[in-house]
């Protein structure tokens, strides 16, 4: 069975801050796919990032970053500079195998509040 | 860009009643996927859909539930007789073919209220 675990529940942090947002797995699977998806106020999905098991290299896009350690089992995801339009409700998911089709199985989300 | 669409956005409907939420997958996505997501907890997975037919489904898909693709465009999730707990926002996400996990784009939700 495969578990995500976002323990933090809700950061507040003043603009310009860096934030952490932690994601932890588990999995029984070998091959598996690690995400991150944003949800703004207005409620749709945007997917972020999709990282495969096999590619432990870290990924910066702009003032995101994400650090993949499988040895800890976690996916963390790095705000640098954060700005007020970063609030939004942060959900890290897993999916099995390298076919496409499968279900994406969400932590419960983390829900970032950046104040000015 | 493409994207996924989905109508109505928000929809009230009385306990008993069935109701059909609809979505507009990407036009040259092949996968598709219905998930909900309860007032203020996580997105939960209902049913994946490949080649006509469903491929993955969770506990929450029971028979109460069913999908379809009426045409080359739409795909549907029915809810036969809803319950009050069926109160939720549904999202309909399509991927692409291909041998490696591609990402789910989702569409913007319909809030489905059950009165």
């Known amino acids: 069975a495969q578990k995500v675990t976002q323990a933090q529940t809700e950061i507040s942090v003043v603009e310009k801050e860096d934030v952490t947002l932690d994601c932890v797995y588990e999995?029984?699977?070998?091959?598996?796919?690690l995400f991150w998806y944003k949800q703004p106020p207005s409620g749709e999905l945007v997917f972020l990032i999709r990282r495969n098991s096999f590619d432990e290299q870290n990924e910066i896009s702009g003032r995101y970053s994400w650090n993949f350690q499988k040895s800890t089992s976690s996916f963390n995801f790095t705000i640098t500079a954060s700005q007020v339009v970063d609030s939004a409700v942060y959900f890290c998911?897993?999916?099995?195998?390298?076919?496409?089709?499968?279900?994406?199985?969400f932590g419960k989300g983390t829900s970032l509040l950046v104040t000015p | 860009e493409p994207e996924v669409t989905q109508t109505p956005s928000h929809q009230v409907t009385q306990m008993g009643q069935e109701v059909i939420l609809r979505c507009v997958p990407i036009?040259?996505?092949?996968?598709f996927y219905w998930y909900r997501q309860i007032l203020g907890q996580k997105v939960e997975f209902l049913v994946s859909?490949?080649?006509?037919?469903?491929?993955?489904k969770s506990e929450i898909f029971d028979d109460q539930f069913s999908v379809e693709r009426p045409d080359g465009s739409n795909f549907t999730l029915k809810i036969r007789s809803t319950k009050l707990e069926d109160s939720a926002m549904y999202f309909c996400a399509s991927s692409s073919p291909g041998h490696f996990n591609t990402e789910a784009f989702f569409g913007q939700g319909t809030r489905l209220t059950v009165v």
């Open positions: 998911a897993l999916t099995p195998n390298g076919n496409s089709g499968y279900a994406l199985n």
């Open positions: 999995t029984r699977d070998t091959t598996y796919y």
């Open positions: 859909f490949y080649n006509n037919e469903i491929s993955e």
């Open positions: 036009s040259n996505h092949l996968y």
